[in-house]
């Protein structure tokens, strides 16, 4: 079991030369060529033992099939998918078709409060507005229908694979996305972190980074009615995990015009699961029937080491600071000292959030609470406009 895991852990942090030579990507690592290289394999269903088959390149599991099988092979078939295979698997019959049908409902209530309130409804790699998102649907979900969520989060499949990737205290958060009849797909990306990260920010992160990011979440999406290839089902590029350079080369031309010729969409019935790296190339497909809500619970799962040992009040710490950067803006002290006192003073993540309140319209992110106080600095703006900001910033990530 140990050579087992020695040998994971080598995969997982292992990077082309050109990589780690310098501990940056760089131009030259977003190759096309490599890219191509590293994507067009085929995936061998004997690779993968506990699977039932292999469509479009994506191992398929029964939920059913694996109950009765050693938990510990299931998952290490898993982690070997997620890494070095195809980077997803699909799961028939994950969560259970008259459970499914409740949560949807609950869903629709939600969805049809939040359209009586109005207000702009924001989305990410996707047009605002054209189909319905319900964010931070599991908190929703459990003060609308508490039963339903114990039914819903029960399924044992959901256990299975997030404790293959993440360890046993994962932590589930979920937005539901209905993609209604001609909604457009979405632009194809990469996820959580590193996929939310400004692309003129991406390069300055470290090489072993870009590999790790994809190691602290795991994506998902259960399908909440039956997802025949016209409705639209997330577009898929199997094996393009493996790039490291993937989370800077997506936004390029070249890459988007592969993803288009290549990548596979899996049909779905109720109750079927797919759960992805999120270093994964994917997006959500174009719904191109008349008559299908394509409705999807997207499921992100995370790690729960990504947080400080200590709790602290940024907010105030900002406050007390901001002062005295004016002062030492205003008397021409370097632009790099002021943003490295902010770095270490204020909160430099937008997430988590509530996404209903402070939504990343027109962007990946909503402003973090760094990119809130350099603008204010780079303004002028005085403290008790600094303040003002600050505390509706606070009330809109507020649950």
């Known amino acids: 079991m140990l050579l087992i895991a020695v040998d994971i852990t080598a995969r997982l942090t292992a990077m082309p030369a050109s990589l780690t030579a310098s501990g940056w990507i760089t131009e030259s690592d977003c190759d096309l060529v490599e890219f191509r290289r590293q994507v067009l394999r085929e995936t061998d269903l004997a690779d993968y033992p506990h699977a039932t088959d292999v469509r479009h390149n994506v191992v398929v599991y029964s939920a059913a099939g694996i109950a009765s099988a050693d938990r510990r092979a299931v998952q290490s078939e898993l982690i070997r998918a997620f890494t070095e295979g195809p980077g997803v698997v699909v799961f028939e019959g994950a969560f259970d078709e008259a459970v499914t049908d409740r949560a949807s409902a609950a869903f629709e209530d939600i969805i049809a409060a939040q359209r009586a309130e109005g207000g702009a409804t924001g989305d990410h790699f996707g047009t605002a507005g054209a189909n319905d998102r319900v964010w931070n649907a599991a908190q929703k979900l459990a003060l609308h229908a508490p039963e339903v969520f114990a039914e819903y989060y029960a399924a044992d499949t959901l256990a299975l694979v997030s ?104 049909p779905l019935r109720k109750g079927d699961a797919v759960f992805f790296n999120p270093a994964l190339y994917h997006g959500a497909g174009q719904n191109t029937s008349s008559d299908i809500r394509r409705m999807a619970n997207l499921l992100q799962i995370s790690s729960p080491f990504g947080r400080a040992m200590e709790s602290l009040d940024r907010t105030a710490m900002v406050k007390a600071l901001y002062p005295t950067l004016l002062r030492m803006r205003r008397s021409g002290r370097p632009a790099a000292d002021l943003v490295n006192i902010v770095n270490a003073a204020a909160e430099g993540y937008a997430f988590p959030t509530n996404l209903d309140s402070d939504q990343p319209i027109g962007s990946l992110a909503p402003p973090s609470q760094v990119d809130t106080v350099l603008a204010a600095l780079a303004d002028g703006l005085e403290l008790d406009g600094l303040i003002a900001v600050l505390d509706a910033q606070d009330e809109r990530r507020t649950p």
């Open 163 to 266: 404790q293959a990737w993440l360890g046993p205290r994962y932590q589930v958060t979920s937005q539901v996305n209905v993609v209604n009849p001609g909604g457009a797909a979405q632009v194809p990306h990469r996820d959580y972190h590193l996929g939310f990260v400004d692309t003129d920010q991406l390069a300055h992160y470290p090489a072993h980074l870009h590999r790790m990011s994809a190691t602290l979440t795991l994506q998902g999406a259960v399908a909440h009615c039956d997802m025949p290839r016209q409705s639209g089902p997330t577009m898929l590029l199997p094996y393009s995990q493996r790039f490291a350079a993937g989370y800077i080369a997506f936004y390029r031309p070249e890459f988007i015009g592969f993803f288009a010729e290549h990548h596979v969409q899996v």
